[in-house]
């Protein structure tokens, strides 16, 4: 564990589209960590007292865990974003699983730290505002997608939202990892994947999934995706590259503009 210096702030979107000023609010209270995959960030019931923020290639993923073993994902999260208490106040127990599925470093902060800072700041609170509704939107797709669409569809829809987080064609997943993100049995997703590889759209390898096609993949997909990118894009101002890669969030001005009229930031402004 180590502080983290400013230049460890590039590796995460949403620390990278900070105000000036709210990342000076944050700095201090934020350390590096390095976790390596499977690692588990918050256990289902426990209380969580801190903010992770992955960054460069490193994913997390929330995951539902029933009595008999099984389990689903509802959310991935990479580079764009952050897990913990993020919507709640912070320091409430947890619903959900949450576990490293791409090892990497990630900046944490206290849960409390963050709440006091937004309480501090409009434009802050504005922005975690808006990725707050961008992960629900994420989780509520991912369950209407776990219900009403064919397996087929699913695998697409994950695959693609993991290779927005990555920007890379090659995804370090195994067949076990996967099915266990889709709730399915590793043999039945072994014969979809076989179906995926014999249209053109992906090469399966030992420990890897290459995706060949990207755009032929987004055209057969379900909506699914699709829904959610353009909600960040509305929500978050995220900005996509060509290949889908994740870039840059450019939260909309109003946020600053939330700033520039909030009462305190007036006062402070004056008294200067």
Excluded at 201 to 225: D, F, K, P, Q, Y
Aim: aromatic share 4%.
């Amino acid at each position: 564990m180590s502080s983290a210096p400013e230049s460890h702030f590039e590796g995460n979107l949403l620390l990278k589209a900070l105000h000036d000023d709210d990342r000076a609010l944050l700095a201090p209270h934020f350390e590096r960590h390095t976790y390596q995959k499977g690692d588990t960030l918050f256990s289902a019931g426990s209380e969580v007292s801190f903010i992770s923020f992955p960054c460069d290639q490193t994913v997390a993923t929330l995951v539902i865990a029933m009595q008999d073993g099984r389990s689903a994902e509802t959310a991935t999260i990479g580079r764009e974003g952050a897990v913990g208490g993020v919507v709640s106040n912070g320091c409430l127990p947890a619903s959900t699983h949450a576990m490293v599925q791409i090892g990497g470093p990630v900046i944490r902060m206290d849960a409390a730290r963050l709440q006091e800072a937004k309480r501090r700041s409009p434009t802050l609170r504005n922005l975690f505002t808006r990725y707050s509704d961008c992960l629900l939107a994420q989780v509520l797709q991912s369950v209407a997608c776990n219900a009403l669409h064919p397996i087929e569809e699913r695998c697409l829809r994950w695959l693609l939202t993991l290779q927005d987080r990555l920007g890379s064609d090659t995804l370090p997943v195994t067949h076990e990892l996967f099915a266990a993100m889709l709730g399915v049995q590793r043999t039945y997703l072994t014969r979809i994947l076989r179906i995926l590889q014999q249209q053109g759209l992906i090469e399966v390898g030992r420990g890897r999934i290459t995706i060949l096609n990207r755009t032929e993949m987004e055209s057969v997909a379900c909506e699914c995706h699709g829904n959610v990118k353009r909600h960040f894009e509305t929500v978050l101002g995220a900005v996509y590259g060509p290949e889908g890669q994740l870039l840059r969030l450019q939260p909309p001005e109003d946020a600053r503009e939330a700033r520039r009229l909030d009462p305190a930031a007036v006062v402070e402004r004056a008294s200067r």
